[in-house]
């Protein structure tokens, strides 16, 4: 029963290099999101996809990609980690039905120095 | 735009008294759906409850409830009968009628004194 699930769980990175933070989901939830969490600004939408091949930005995707090759597996990628990107990442499935809640992942604590 | 206001950044609470976290929300949608969620000290995201746009009563789910005023556009939570295992960080949610994103509030840091 695993529900979602992200890797790692921490990570230290160098400004500049790049990382690919994991998540995945045995839900088969069509609705997958990353959040990112930083203090007093509660969790903010980075991107999100309604299905396989079907991304879309949120409110702060900028140095962030990602893709959605499968229904499971929706990884976030920093291409050259900024300091400001140092935060907490939250990686969260629904399904479409507005009533249902999202399922997170334990989160990741990246830091950039 | 759709926005969530939490303008409580923390609040204190007395074991066994009830406690009310407010929640206010912008959408122009006329349907979509509010939600709850706890994050403990260890950082996990918990869902607690659900309020639909067109629920015709306000949500419970065991000493939750929430206290949903849609004309003022606030959906509070409630939390009867606090326990010191309530303290911690508590998140208002809003889903587009879509259902594609769920936007958050800021949080309330909760504090439960014996």
Known sequence: NAGVT?????????????????????MNHEYMSWYRQDPGMGLRLIHYSVGAG?????????????????????????LSAAPSQTSVY???????????????GQGTRLTVV | AQKITQTQPGMFVQEKE?????CT????????????YKQPSSGEMIFLIYQGSYDQQNATEGRYSLNFQ????????VISA????????????????????????????????A
């Open chain 2, 25 to 36: 929300y912008d959408t122009s949608d006329p349907s979509y759906g509010l939600f709850w």
């Open chain 2, 70 to 77: 849609k004309a003022r556009k606030s959906a509070n939570l």
């Open chain 2, 18 to 22: 009830a406690v009310t976290l407010d």
């Open chain 1, 6 to 26: 992200q890797t790692p769980k921490f990570q230290v990175l160098k400004t500049g290099q790049s990382m690919t933070l994991q998540c995945a989901q045995d």
């Open chain 2, 82 to 113: 606090s326990q010191l295992g309530d303290s911690a960080m508590y998140f208002c949610a809003m889903r587009d009628p879509r259902g594609f994103k769920t936007i958050f509030g800021a949080g309330t840091r909760l504090f439960v004194k």
């Open chain 1, 54 to 78: 079907i991304t879309d930005q949120g409110e702060v995707p900028n140095g962030y990609n990602v893709s959605r090759s499968t229904t499971e597996d929706f990884p976030l990628r920093l």
């Open chain 1, 90 to 104: 939250f990686c969260a499935s629904s399904n479409y039905d507005r009533g249902t809640e999202a399922f997170f």
